[in-house]
């Protein structure tokens, strides 16, 4: 179980403060909760808050009741934290095998390694010995990084935007990947998404605009909801 | 060879014995060991130290092992191999120096070699540069390669410098004719003051000859390398240079590639990046549950393999 506690997160902009995540309260304990919203509402700041990669300004982050707010990226991985970044990283000299193995935190063999690949839809044989360089498409990468996830296994991951990027035949086979994470999971799932296809996989769904958690609830609360606001611009703060 | 020697020999060349098919081991400045075959033959020269590496024409699959072991602190040793590869030959030549000085003089290897690679011989040339021991005395190499590719012929080179050698200077000239072809992968890697220059150039005076050179290299502490590359295009040609270099802590990295086009249908292209190791990079594998030394050493060797 993952707990936000009034988390705030404040920048500074050409010396003015910017509240980027404003008293963020929010108890993960499903299985599959999903984070939508507008952008720019801090949702990607909210992952990487988790992840460790921004300290919070004020506030507490308790995983499993232990407080991991102090924890670095590297202590947190280790406690069971996975995070998919939104825009993968490509490193030159680096196989797709290299970041598998290093992702299962052991020697794999090639066939379990292989196993991740195709789950993803990559035919492993083709994909096993490649550089994580720039003659992989985005699409490509993305799917790399959710097989980096799977083969890490932990007890909580964290999606930012594993759609972005994808084009939409893969993006069917997408949605069957989540869908058997959700069955198979013995963890919990957040994932960051704008798709309503993702959304309907959620059991539940939080609403995060203006640095806000503004609903969080069951799919079935949340969603007819946010369709029925469909073309509501939810930043737009009316004067 | 003792101990220290059979373990430089190993670091160079990856062998735990003496290697199968034609051999001549140096061993601080003498013969540590020869073999020939009845298709390779390896003769002392009888003007300056070193030695003619003679490959008879359509020799296939066979290899030659020349690795220099220096463990004599103060031991300044110079050699010249010539490497004569007949036509249609296709073999692989491992090469290599390992420096062990525990002394705190000077010891150094300079190596110059030459190669004649024959009409449609096809070579692999495998160079590897590792210094090791504790005296102060410096650990210097400073090879010299000599290319001349014949029709048609092609030359891959491997060139690896990891650790432990002081200060080098490596200068590899080549010149190719008619549809020649050479690729060489420099992968170096320098730490405390070290200090390596490479020195690149390439004529591709034959045409449809090709070159590609390609440097990564990581230059970590005080360290400073300089990668010159230089391709002269003179006849219808391509031609390809790249240096990739990532810098750390307070070293320095100068790469200066240089191409000509002396003829209208040579084409010629030049690469060269230099920085740090991306920010993004390092939290990506942190996020896998690497600290984030660990996942520096990962970048660092993933780039140099």
């Known amino acids: 179980m993952l707990e936000l506690k009034n988390i705030s997160f404040k920048v500074s902009v050409e010396n003015q403060e910017k509240e980027i995540l404003k008293n963020v309260n929010l108890v993960i304990d499903d299985k599959f909760v999903a984070i939508t919203g507008p952008n720019g509402g801090g949702k990607s700041t909210l992952a990487k808050i988790i992840a460790g990669i921004y300290q919070p300004t004020t506030g507490q982050i308790l995983l499993d009741g232990v407080d991991i707010t102090n924890k670095s990226i590297t202590e947190r991985a280790n406690l069971g934290i996975s995070f998919a970044f939104q825009q993968p990283v490509r490193f030159k000299g680096l196989t797709v095998r290299d970041l598998i193995t290093l992702s299962a935190g052991k020697q794999i063999t090639v066939s379990e390694a292989c196993t991740y690949l195709s789950e993803v839809g990559l035919c492993a044989r083709d994909y096993i010995d490649r550089e994580i360089n720039a003659s992989l498409s985005g699409g490509e990468l993305k799917r790399i990084e959710i097989a980096m996830i799977m083969a890490r296994g932990t007890k909580l991951s964290v999606f930012d935007e594993p759609e972005a990027g994808i084009d939409l035949w893969s993006f069917n086979n997408l949605i069957r990947v989540f869908e058997k994470m959700h069955e198979k999971t013995n963890g919990s799932i957040i994932i960051i998404s704008h798709q309503e296809r993702i959304l309907d996989i959620a059991d539940k769904i939080a609403l995060v605009a203006n640095g806000e958690v503004k609903k969080y609830g069951s799919k079935e609360e949340i969603l007819p909801e946010l369709l029925r606001k469909e073309n509501t611009n939810f930043g737009c703060v009316k004067l | ?305």
């Open chain 2, 1 to 305: 060879m003792n101990i220290i020697e059979k373990g430089l020999l190993e670091k160079i060349t990856g062998l735990h014995e003496v290697p199968q098919g034609a051999y001549n081991i140096r061993a601080n400045g003498g013969l540590g060991g020869r073999n020939t075959t009845a298709n390779i033959d390896i003769v002392s020269k009888e003007d300056k130290p070193g030695i003619d590496i003679i490959i008879k024409p359509n020799t296939k699959n066979e290899s030659v092992h020349i690795p220099v072991v220096v463990s004599k602190s103060g031991l300044n040793d110079l050699v010249y191999n010539d490497f004569y590869i007949g036509e249609n030959a296709d073999v692989v030549i491992v090469a290599g120096c390992g420096i062990h000085n525990n002394g705190d003089e000077k010891s150094s290897h300079d190596g110059i070699h030459s190669f004649h690679v024959g009409k449609n011989a096809k070579i692999k040339y495998v160079e590897k540069h590792y210094g090791d021991g504790d005296g102060l005395g410096e650990r210097v190499m400073n090879p010299t390669t000599v290319i001349e590719i014949d029709e048609g012929g092609y030359m891959e080179m491997e060139t690896t410098q990891i650790k432990g050698i002081d200060s080098t200077v490596r200068v590899t000239n080549a010149s190719l004719a008619n549809d020649a072809k050479l690729v060489i992968k420099e992968s170096l890697m320098t730490h405390g003051k070290q200090y390596a220059k490479t020195d690149f150039t390439v004529d591709l005076n034959g045409e449809n000859s090709s070159a590609n050179v390609i440097s990564r290299s990581v230059a970590k502490d005080e360290s400073y390398q300089v990668f010159l590359s230089n391709i002269n295009g003179n006849n219808k040609c391509a031609g390809h240079t790249e240096c990739d270099a990532i810098i750390m802590d307070k070293a320095r990295v100068s790469a200066i590639p240089e191409i000509t086009a002396n003829h209208i249908d040579a084409s010629l292209i030049h690469e060269a990046a230099i920085g740090k190791i991306a920010g993004e990079q390092l939290l990506k594998l942190m996020t896998l549950g690497l600290t984030e030394e660990e996942a520096e050493e990962q970048i660092v060797n993933g780039f140099l393999k």
